[in-house]
């Protein structure tokens, strides 16, 4: 993306582009879909497309961006003593809303949680549960921080390419307390 940030008509421009990408493919895989397509869908020329965006992965990892975000959150809706046998409702909610952009999610987290999306996943669940563990004062931030992102875009990818079952409900039980096991290990 070469706009600056912050810039509100290259955001306009962008979200109108993450939009139409949405919609595109809601109606097919992103492999069908054609740079072309997705312009004339957003009311766009191709150069402005161009000008915002690499390639169709790239606006699809950021049209995609959203559901990193939300998933980073959903890991952290608590407070407290955590609860094993209750996960945060954000994280039953999480697994449930992404269902409807689900084929996309899984063209971009691949098995195992690679992929342009998990590797972005990675990184902001990484980061984000190293500081929680820090601000805490937990032993061991670094380590638990990776064992944390890599064990849930593990499993969420997994789920979306179905070699995990389960409902979104009892997914999000079944990480939820597989996390909680990474925190209270004791590992010195």
Do not use: K
């Not at 139409?20 to 150069?47: I, M, Y």
């Not at 999480?94 to 971009?108: D, M």
């Amino acid at each position: 993306m070469s706009s600056p940030a912050g810039d509100p008509r290259a955001e306009r421009t962008r979200a109108r582009l993450r939009e139409a990408l949405l919609a595109e493919c809601a109606e097919r895989p992103l492999e069908g879909v054609s740079v072309s397509a997705l312009v004339r869908r957003a009311g766009l020329g191709r150069a402005t497309f161009y000008l915002h965006y690499e390639d169709l992965q790239a606006l699809a990892v950021d049209a995609c961006a959203e559901v990193v975000r939300d998933a980073v959150d959903a890991l952290h809706a608590w407070r407290g003593t955590a609860d094993p046998a209750a996960p945060p409702p954000a994280l039953a909610a999480f697994f449930a809303g992404i269902t409807p952009h689900a084929a996309l999610y899984r063209t971009l987290l691949r098995p195992g949680g690679s992929g342009p999306l998990g590797e972005l996943m990675n990184r902001q669940l990484r980061e984000r549960s190293r500081t929680e563990r820090e601000l805490a004062g937990a032993p061991h931030a670094d380590l638990i921080a990776t064992a944390v992102a890599a064990t849930f875009a593990g499993l969420l990818a997994d789920w979306l390419h179905d070699l995990v079952p389960g409902t979104p409900e009892e997914i999000a039980a079944q990480v939820w307390r597989l996390l909680l096991a990474l925190h209270r290990t004791p590992l010195g």
